[in-house]
């Protein structure tokens, strides 16, 4: 479930960043494959690291998961925070990030958190197996 404010009694487990990575109108989705929440497409994401702002984790999160060096003054946040509980318990407040590249980059995956990739355009991902919540992330940043 997502908020786009604090509910009353939330109290985060950690907080977390997503990036859409868009290339010519697709977005970069990779196929899980590590320890939790495996099997499904997701975007490059993670847990911010404690003294790291938003926007330093998800350029980070980005090099690590998918080998994209990106350019912090070219991302763009998406919408404020959110707040975020999915089914098995975890709540997490969510920092949601956009970087549209003008070349196409080449993808270097983290073997261990990820098995394949693709680039497809946000609407017809709508219907894959995402990670919790993520069509929800995809149609408040393609509206």
């Known amino acids: 479930m997502i908020y786009s404010h604090k509910p009353i009694g939330f109290t985060a487990d950690l907080m977390a ?3 859409f990575v868009e290339y010519l109108g697709r977005i970069l989705l990779i196929f899980r494959s ?3 929440y495996s099997n499904v497409w997701g975007l490059p994401s993670g847990k911010v690291e404690e ?3 938003f926007l330093d984790a998800a350029v980070r999160e980005v090099e690590e998961e998918v080998g994209i060096a990106l ?3 070219t991302l763009e946040k998406v919408c404020d925070d959110l707040f975020i509980e999915f089914k098995d318990g975890n ?3 969510y920092g949601l990030y956009r970087a549209v590249l003008t070349e196409k980059p080449i993808v270097n995956l983290q073997r261990e958190a990820a098995s394949g990739y693709c680039w497809a355009f946000p609407r017809d991902v709508l219907c894959w197996s995402l990670i919790e919540d993520l069509d929800e992330c995809i149609r408040i940043a393609y509206p």
């Open 17 to 19: 960043v997503g990036c």
């Open 71 to 73: 350019d912090p003054g």
């Open 51 to 53: 003294g790291e702002s």
């Open 34 to 36: 590590g320890k939790i």
């Open 91 to 93: 709540k997490f407040i």
